[in-house]
């Protein structure tokens, strides 16, 4: 219990901390098992199920489901995420989203990885009808110990949307091409009962940093068994220059189960 305490106490100290940075990217992708260190299985995933609160631009609840699974190896991580969102309010539909990501990892050495990675979504509800990419960057690992491990990416990638259009003579029904930088920081700790992890993303636009991106996720996951987590996830998600009638920051909590295999 005492540990238990401790472990709470500091995911509280993250959030309060982390969440004082409104420049958040959009798909969510926990990247805290992407790691070389204490890697036994050549196999492992897990399947998640919540609920989620949410203000900003839409204000509902919802059922959120994702999988995640990764293939290991000594000097290299492969991984696919699929995630889907749907949810009604009132009797209408107020949330609709998914998207698939995958990434290879590669270790160069001790203290210096690669990654390469793609991303395919779509949000009804920010106007997105579709966003992919494709990208690259070097991930340096500078903290590592038993109970704690810290990474920062640096890389970019190229990304291609279309949003919805609203009518009205706008170009949002086009197709748009840009190039954004990709910067993140992830810190992760795992006890013996509880893992929390604090990730935080800025895709600024290459050429053009007042069009940027973030994102910040936050994870508390509480063993209720061998393979079985209760988990508590914040969100915030920002984009400093969003489609017509769609608001900057969106907000999530959500609380569910996590089935580790």
Do not use: C
């Not at 995911?11 to 070389?36: C, K, P, R, T």
């Not at 919802?62 to 290991?72: A, D, G, I, P, Y």
């Not at 940027?212 to 994870?219: A, E, I, N, T, Y």
Request: glycine share 8%.
């Amino acid at each position: 219990m005492h540990k238990i305490t401790n472990a709470l106490r500091r995911y509280l100290f993250f959030i309060l901390v982390y969440s004082s940075f409104a420049n958040m990217a959009q798909a969510i992708v926990n990247m805290d098992d992407l790691h070389f260190k204490g890697k036994k299985e050549p196999f492992s995933g897990s399947v998640s199920l919540a609920a989620s609160s949410v203000s900003g631009n839409t204000d509902q609840s919802s059922v959120n489901l994702s999988t995640q699974v990764q293939w290991n190896r000594e000097e290299y991580i492969n991984l696919i995420v699929l995630g889907y969102a749907y949810g009604k309010s009132n009797g209408e539909r107020n949330v609709k989203n998914s998207f698939i990501h995958t990434r290879h990892v590669h270790q160069l050495s001790e203290s210096l990885d690669y990654e390469l990675y793609a991303q395919l979504e779509e949000n009804e509800f920010t106007r997105l009808n579709y966003r992919g990419l494709y990208g690259a960057g070097l991930r340096i690992p500078f903290w590592g110990s038993k109970s704690h491990i810290a990474f920062l990416g640096l890389g970019g990638f190229h990304e291609v949307e279309k949003i919805s259009d609203s009518g009205g003579g706008s170009s949002d029904g086009e197709i748009h091409q840009t190039e954004r930088w990709n910067f993140y920081l992830m810190s992760r700790y795992k006890g013996d009962t509880v893992k929390f992890s604090n990730t935080l993303y800025w895709q600024p636009r290459m050429g053009d940093f007042p069009d940027r991106r973030g994102l910040f996720v936050s994870l508390l996951k509480v063993k209720a068994n061998k393979d079985l987590y209760m988990t508590l996830k914040f969100e915030v998600a920002h984009d400093s220059l969003p489609p017509a009638g769609v608001e900057e920051t969106d907000k999530r909590v959500k609380t569910g189960f996590e089935y580790e295999f």
